[in-house]
């Protein structure tokens, strides 16, 4: 399982295994596209390092954190750049995509949609039984998407309801 937390400045990821109802972390990080890029190779930047971790772990699923309504539009706009980019890594790989929003990702990992950072970093690390929570937050938040989808995705998959943002695999294309 492979969680996504997509951004222009920095796009975190979490590769998370689930074994015998046991869970461990195989690797986390951030890709920090070039500053002062022009967008459209920062996005081609993003591609490449997302495209390269689903290629190393070959995953079914991959998680992915979804836009929010912000305020600021232009923001919301960069980032489903970002998004877009983390999108065509997966669907070029023919894996299912699964979408949560940040507040249901919170709300899965730590119990509280509205968490800070470092409560989700915490819950990370106590789900994980790591030493420390996955530095820098962007990581976290990308083994968080991860989580998010093993514990309300599988769960929703094996009684019968797919998260409705929930792409299953194509077959025979």
């Known amino acids: 399982m492979v969680g996504i937390d997509p951004g222009t400045t920095a796009t975190g990821y979490g590769v998370v295994r689930q074994e015998s109802g046991s869970l461990s972390l195989l690797e986390c990080g951030v890709f920090r ?13 993003i591609f490449e390092g997302v ?20 305020k600021n539009v232009r923001s919301a706009l960069v980032l489903g ?10 669907s070029l790989r023919d894996l299912a995509i699964a979408e ?25 690390q ?16 990308g083994v968080a998407a991860a989580l998010c989808h093993l514990t309300v995705g599988v769960a929703g998959a094996m009684a019968g309801a797919l998260p409705h943002r929930f792409a299953r695999r194509r077959s025979g294309s």
């Not at 970002?82 to 065509?88: E, I, N, S, T």
């Not at 106590?126 to 938040?141: T, W």
């Open 126 to 141: 106590e789900r994980l039984r790591l030493k420390e929570p996955p530095r820098p937050s962007d990581a976290a938040d």
């Open 100 to 124: 949560y929003s940040p507040r249901e990702i919170k709300k899965a990992v730590v119990g509280n949609g509205g968490a800070t950072k470092e409560q989700v970093g915490f819950m990370v």
């Open 33 to 45: 596209p070039t500053p002062k890029a022009p967008l459209h190779r920062r996005i081609r930047e």
């Open 81 to 90: 750049h970002a998004r877009g980019a983390v999108l065509v890594a997966a």
């Open 51 to 70: 495209d390269q971790v689903l290629g190393r772990f070959t995953p079914d699923v991959v998680s992915v954190e979804a836009v929010f309504q912000g």
